[in-house]
């Protein structure tokens, strides 16, 4: 089997307020300055660190309180094939989803579809 090293995240621009589901590798994580995932408008939404190869410091400045969270992972907690909820720790809202490439792209497609769901629902009443 071979193993997934990738770790995608979809979450909300503060700057431009679109979202965004970007993708990065383990070993853009390993490298020195990190890895991050950047909006089309060129604002930085996530910085993954790891300097040991076995602890991944995730960073994302909050869109909801304008500070800075910090999560820390193992690989062991690392969710490569799962999706995992990132919270605002100050008002407990989500700010992002982290997880594997097609876990991450099943829940926002999802999400999606609820979401056509309820306008159609909404525009036909
Ligand atoms: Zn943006
Ligand atoms: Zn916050």
């Known amino acids: 089997m071979v193993f997934d090293t990738n770790i995608s995240a979809s979450l909300r621009c503060k700057k431009c307020g679109r979202f965004f589901l970007g993708d990065m590798s383990f070993f853009e994580m390993k490298n020195a300055g990190g890895s991050c995932i950047r909006c089309e408008c060129g ?3 996530m910085t993954v660190k790891s300097h040991d190869s076995k602890t991944f410091h ?4 909050c869109l909801i309180c304008d500070k800075e969270h910090s999560f820390v992972f193992t690989w062991k907690s690392m969710p490569w ?3 995992k909820i990132l919270n605002c ?4 809202c989500d700010i992002a989803f982290i997880g594997g490439r097609a ?3 099943s829940l926002t497609a ?6 056509q769901e309820l306008i ?3 525009s036909s009443s």
């Open 120 to 122: 159609k629902l909404l």
């Open 110 to 115: 999802k999400r999606k579809k609820d979401m």
């Open 58 to 61: 995730v960073y994302i400045p």
């Open 103 to 105: 876990p991450i792209r």
């Open 89 to 92: 720790p100050s008002s407990s």
């Open 43 to 45: 604002e930085v939404l």
């Open 81 to 83: 094939e799962k999706v």
